[in-house]
């Protein structure tokens, strides 16, 4: 194999503001290698490879492609150069249908029809003609992978491209990875998920609030690399030590049908108890109906049969009304969904406590509150009046939590609560859900990561096509086998 | 923190700037094609507007129905709505202050509230279809507030030519309104009359409520993410009736003052675009309802300025919309689709 560099970056600053996100990073990418890139949240992945990618130009610094100096940063330039980038937050038009989005920045026919092939060799179950809008996660990345493919890159980057996807899914993923569609390409990949280093890179490097600590061998075992990533930590929950028993039923679910964005059927009949003091997980791979299960739940989706009840009440279920009542949720894309990312932390804040005021607003608690969690969250911003924009991707997702879970509740609605969080993020988020739960706060967790169901839930149901069932298995690989439809008995 | 105050003022003020020079150095070109040197054209616009006490009495007077429909434009656009009617909400608040007070005398205070709140009602009523269609259907409002526009301006032609025809005298207009129906005028012998503070205080009013209350919150939470809106519980069904009412009725409530304070009876043509020249203004002062008085004065100049090149040099008036087109420019060009 030959190790010459496609890729050298030296010496990159990049500021923001205040920020400075960069401080003098090294980076090279050999050919045909697959690269890992790591760091926590904040770290400055995602803006390496922006300018890499050409979307922002360095402060300082020199990017070298294929052993020529790159001297204007455009994105069409680094597409010239075979610079292919998969972003953390994906650049697909959510009202149009994903034929649109394609043929909107694949400028042949002939590229949009590789494209729909590389869409199917990844596993594509959808129509062409779907809106944007109505794919899961799951399914949105496939079809930037296979849009950011058809141009055929030499050098492709893949930011957090396995955060929403399912063990089995992952698996999948990375056998296409090392086979035909990704040959002779060489990859960078970021991740939180350490376990994926040893499964597919090469080389890792690891880079800590702006600095990077190394380049290492990818076989570098997990606790090392964690290590020097943010310096021990333990990384495992124990659920052992729960303080009660689960108490009063809150939340009745009985016989609940709701339709998809395409008028099918995405839950059937779905049955389900929370009581207080108790976390009922549902793992599933995403895009089964967790969804619009959550979404009628919340009351912004219409259910068409079926009833929802809490405290022994049969209510009409809305997103103000459960707010009033203590009951709070965390959809399954808080960027989108939860957050205003125009606005700054205070303003996002001001509107979470809207519920509680009458008629006139209350700037100052608002403003107490997003500092309380901006230092209880962790989020990485200098001032609660940055845009929510202007945070990394984790510290959006950690944002997204303080929102639903930053005040008192007593039920939780919870959609991938650590979706692309670090190490130490989703520890603390997991510690968080079980003292809330010692609380006596019930919780329904409904996540495509099937570890934390299992690490987590006092009763696990699995999703497959819009059904829940009800599984007493222990192992990861069992709940596996049934979220891919296979009955275990 | 004053040296980025500053700088925030320059960021906000320059394209203003550039739009409306680019604006000026047009009209002065298509001036010179008409064979005025380009300083007599600006000089007469400029004279238009300020050249002396009614000049400047003028300007006043044709910013408030910009001020009005701006407000109005403002709370639907901050929502995300992009309401386009406020064009006609202001003709047919005119009509229905107009048809009220010429049937029904009433004594000056009496006639001047129920005069506004006519204009409202109608504003308002001229405003509904584009919720009702929006919420039904999911009809686009920037058609249904557009088609709406040529209604009211074909409703007014018609009812000055006929049911509202003045009785006296053969002339497509309405009798003028009893004086008890009036504003009073502030600064003989110009129009300037009191309304102009009613306006400043609706102004101040709706600032207030836009940055200080739940239902401002509301309107500003659902245009920035709609989505977001509704998962933290803010109705969609309430911000989009509640934005399309008050922005219908503030526009309306121009129409009446305007008729009530300047015109005293309406005809046909009888607002030169006072709905278009409001969604500028609007625009201009970035949808801030504080921000729109001066933005709705400018508007207003070039108003006035646009009459004082018809009256000195014979060009058409409506020159002046190059300007107003030009002052968008830069905004629009600095609206980029959310990622
Ligand atoms: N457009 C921006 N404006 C202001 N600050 C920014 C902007 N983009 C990034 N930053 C800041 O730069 C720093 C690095 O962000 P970056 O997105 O590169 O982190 P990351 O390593 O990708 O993190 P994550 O794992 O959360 O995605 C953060 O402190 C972030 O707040
Ligand atoms: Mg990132």
Redesign the interface.
Known sequence: MAVSPVVQMFGIEKRFGEVQALKGVDLEVREREVHALLGENGAGKTTLMRILAGELGPDKGTVTINGQVVNRFSPSEAQKRGVGFVAQNFRLVPTLTVEENLSLSLPTKALCERAKRLAQELGWARGWDDEVASLSLGERQRLEIARVLAKEPQILILDEPTASLSPLEVEGFFSLLKGPAFDGMSVVFITHRLGEVAQVADRVTILRQGQKVGTFSGSTPIDRLAEMMVGPIEVRTNEQNRMKEPGQLLLVVKGLWVRSDRGTWAVEEAHLTVQEGEIVGIAGVDGNGQRELLEALWGIRPLQKGEVWLDGQPIQPHPSLWWTKGVAFLPPEPTRSLTFLSWSLKENALVRIRNRLSFLLDRRSASSLAEQWRSTFSIQADRIDRKVEELSGGNRQRWGIAMAMGLPARLLLLANPTQGLDVAGAAFVRRLILQKRDDGCGILLVSSDLDEVLDLSDRVFVISRGRLHRTEAKTAQEVGLLMGGVTVH | MILRRLRNWAVTLLPILVGLLLGLFLVAIAGSASGFSPSSVLQSLWEGAFGDQFAIAETLVRSIPVLMTGLGVAVCFRAGLWNIGAEGQLIIGGLSATALLLQIPMPTGLALLSGSLAGAVGGSLWALPAALLKLRSGINEVIVTLLLNFVAAGLLGFLVTGPLMEQEGSLPQTDPLPETARWTLLLLPTRLHLGLFFALLLALVLHFVM????I???WK?YG??P?????????EDRVIWSAFLVGGALAGIGGAMEVMGATYRLYEKWSPGYGYSGIVAALVARLNAAALIPSSLLLGALTAGGLGIQRTLGLPPTLTWVIQACLLLPITLRLRP??
């Not at chain 2, 989505?227 to 519980?233: F, I, M, P, R």
Request: hydrophobic share 35%.
């Open positions: 940055e200080k209350t739940v401002g919150l509301d939470a920035a993410s989505e977001s809106a509704k998962t933290l519980g803010i109705r959310k990622g």
